[in-house]
């Protein structure tokens, strides 16, 4: 039996071997003993406090796998590909995954190799992962993002409700669940749900003291964006709604010599993201501008400001997105730009993307009679989807196809893969019998065996451009003679630069009338509450806008912070700052606009600044160059 001492010592050299830390951050090193002694936990620590450490690091000490809970493939394999750059074993399980390769996942954990292994709450119906997890010894069970269990929650997902029948099956187990955004009412469902007993649980307070908060209301948004970026040293990431809004405004700043700035979204290749992704995790003054694709599984600490082009959908997204800046402790800004033009388009768009149900059963009618998918019948092939196809048959917007689309994909109904990815492909027949193919068939399958190893076996991931660099083809002309071969059965092909769709679920009209659609009615009306509550924080100019966040997350009589755009306009309302002498050393630089100013001088307000520039102009001290520019006068 190891002692208390010599425990206490293997937590600290695990935490220095494969995180680098000498130390742990606020609750942790709690929850890691309540875990590591078996206690069921509940965990709310806000984005940057190091959740997942809290179950990674007790999975290496305790025997056996971890089984971890998580709502996204993308934050499944970000996570995964992270613990594998420590040197950690883990794996994840997922729907893409085929036969063969889920088989070797199952085999090292039994065989005690994988210390944490990623599945979807879905998966925990599945009769082959019951049947494998029997031969598996699990050390506990972490529940990730469990906000999702809660019909209040802003991602809610009724399969989390298949946790507390998988824990009846395994009472001895122990669970943890984790959470960085729940109100009191989320956190009180996640205890009855998941039916925790005793439950320690460990929750940190949402204030964020270094993170100052502006709401900034501007028609001109680039301008905006420019104005604060010109001046920047520093990495941040500035979160816009859609992909075309990413590249546009990365091109509009580099047009205009801003040079330490990329775009990121789902579009991007999987090798794409990654180079853009490191680059900006090693650089001191990148500036990412990305769709909410972009955040998952980001540990860096020196990150100065998040600028929100656009509102964000609700609340918790934005307290989680601003909460990636300063988690070094160090002063950081969060800005929020908006207009009320925007917010009267944001509800259109929002109640142009939610079909009624006439229109929701016509989306996955289509869907089914399109691949030829009768009642209770589920295909084991992979489709590929045109969009355009499925508009042009309904009469239906892009925006309320892709919100089904999303919710099918959520409720693992099906599996939709629409970012750009590797293709797939598996021979259809016995390599042995190629020599009784036509000539041409049989010439080209013979280059395919050659340069793409193991489509004799299992469907293989491949690209089209290295095999067109292997055997001098152009990529157009093998993606053509593979859709012929794949015509005449010959082999399963899988373009992964195009949209594809795997049904995970048999037809089930009964409940796509009944259970699916009283779903989705559900999760669009949570959705839209969530749109009002934020569009309320927006707008509102007379409370603190921490305080606003604070109470939102149930914490009550706390104080206002003092440095937040609202607290900033009752500050110098009260007195005016005297900000006249700041104002003299940075024009005496260089001439600048009212603009300029605001954002050198730690982003006062303008009228403040407008105040003292209008008692410089009358001292003679200042003068104006033009009717934006002021400059120090030498008369």
């Not at 290496?60 to 950690?88: F, H, N």
């Not at 001098?472 to 003679?481: C, D, F, N, Q, T």
């Amino acid at each position: 039996m190891i002692s208390q001492q010599d425990f206490q010592k293997l937590k600290y050299d695990t935490l220095k071997y494969f995180w680098g830390y000498d130390s742990f951050r606020d609750s942790q090193e709690e929850i890691i003993n309540a875990v590591i002694n078996e206690n069921d936990s509940l965990v709310l620590l806000p984005t940057g406090a190091g959740k997942s450490l809290c179950y990674q690091l007790p999975a290496l000490l305790k025997e056996g796998t971890c089984l971890v809970i998580s709502p996204l493939l993308a934050l499944m394999k970000d996570q995964v590909s992270q613990l594998k750059q420590r040197g950690i074993e883990a794996e994840y399980l997922s729907s893409e995954l085929d036969e063969y390769d889920a088989e070797a996942v199952y085999d090292r954990c039994k065989d005690s190799l994988t210390k944490l292994l990623y599945v979807s709450p879905e998966r925990l119906t599945n009769a082959q992962f019951l049947q494998n997890i029997e031969e598996i010894q699990l050390s506990f069970i972490a529940v990730d993002e469990a906000h999702c269990i809660s019909e209040w929650g802003q991602d809610f997902r009724p399969s989390y409700q298949n946790i507390k029948e998988f824990r009846k099956n395994h009472p001895k187990i122990p669970c943890l669940a984790l959470t960085a955004t729940a109100t009191p009412k989320v956190l009180e469902e996640i205890k009855n749900k998941l039916e925790l007993k005793k439950p320690f649980v460990f929750q940190k307070s949402f204030k964020r003291e270094n993170i100052r908060i502006f709401m900034d209301e501007v028609s001109d948004k680039f301008q905006r964006v420019f104005d604060i970026l010109k001046h920047n040293n520093d990495s941040g990431i500035v979160y816009v709604r859609t992909r075309k809004d990413a590249e546009m405004l990365s091109e509009f700043l580099k047009k205009n010599q801003v040079k330490n700035v990329d775009y990121f979204h789902a579009g991007l290749t999987t090798k794409e993201k990654n180079t853009r992704q490191s680059h900006w995790n090693n650089s001191d003054n990148q500036v990412l501008i990305s769709t909410n694709a972009f955040g998952m599984g980001i540990d860096k600490d020196n990150v100065r400001f998040v600028i929100h082009y656009s509102p964000a959908p609700s609340l918790e997204n934005f307290y989680q997105e601003i909460g990636r800046a300063g988690r070094d402790g160090k002063d950081s800004f969060a800005f929020l730009l908006w207009n009320q033009q925007e917010l009267l388009n944001f509800d259109e768009i929002l109640k142009n993307q939610i079909p009624n149900k006439a229109e929701f059963l016509k989306i996955i009618t289509y869907l089914y009679s399109i691949f030829q998918v009768a009642e209770n019948e589920l295909p084991e092939k992979v489709f590929q989807l045109n969009i355009q196809g499925i508009q042009n048959f309904t009469r239906l917007s892009k925006a309320k196809i892709s919100n089904v689309l999303n919710f099918l994909h959520n409720q693992e109904i099906i599996y939709h893969n629409d970012n750009k990815s590797l293709s797939s492909m598996e021979l259809l027949f016995n390599a042995e019998e190629i020599d009784q193919l036509p000539q041409k068939d049989a010439y080209f399958i013979e280059l395919l065996l050659r340069t793409v190893s193991g489509i004799t076996t299992h469907k293989v991931m491949f690209s089209e451009q290295q095999v067109s660099n292997k055997i001098g083809v152009s990529v157009p002309l093998i993606k053509e003679r593979l859709k012929e071969l794949q015509q005449k059965n010959y082999l399963e092909y899988v373009d992964g630069a195009l949209s594809s769709i795997k049904f995970l679920r048999p037809r089930d009209e009964r409940a796509i009338n009944a259970a699916y659609w009283k779903l989705f009615e559900h999760i669009q009306k949570n959705k839209i509450q969530k749109w009002e509550e934020i569009k309320f924080f927006i707008e509102n100019n007379d409370y603190c806008k921490m305080k606003l966040i604070l109470a939102y997350f149930g914490e009550k009589n706390t104080k206002n912070c003092g440095q937040c755009s609202v607290c900033e306009k009752n500050k110098q309302s009260i007195f005016g700052k005297n900000i006249s002498q700041q104002i003299i050393n940075l024009l005496a630089k260089k001439p600048s606009t009212i603009e300029d100013l605001s954002v050198q001088l730690n982003y006062h307000s303008k009228n403040n600044i407008l105040e003292n520039l209008i008692f410089l102009l009358d001292s003679g001290k200042v003068k104006m160059l033009n009717f934006r520019t002021y400059a120090l006068n030498h008369e």
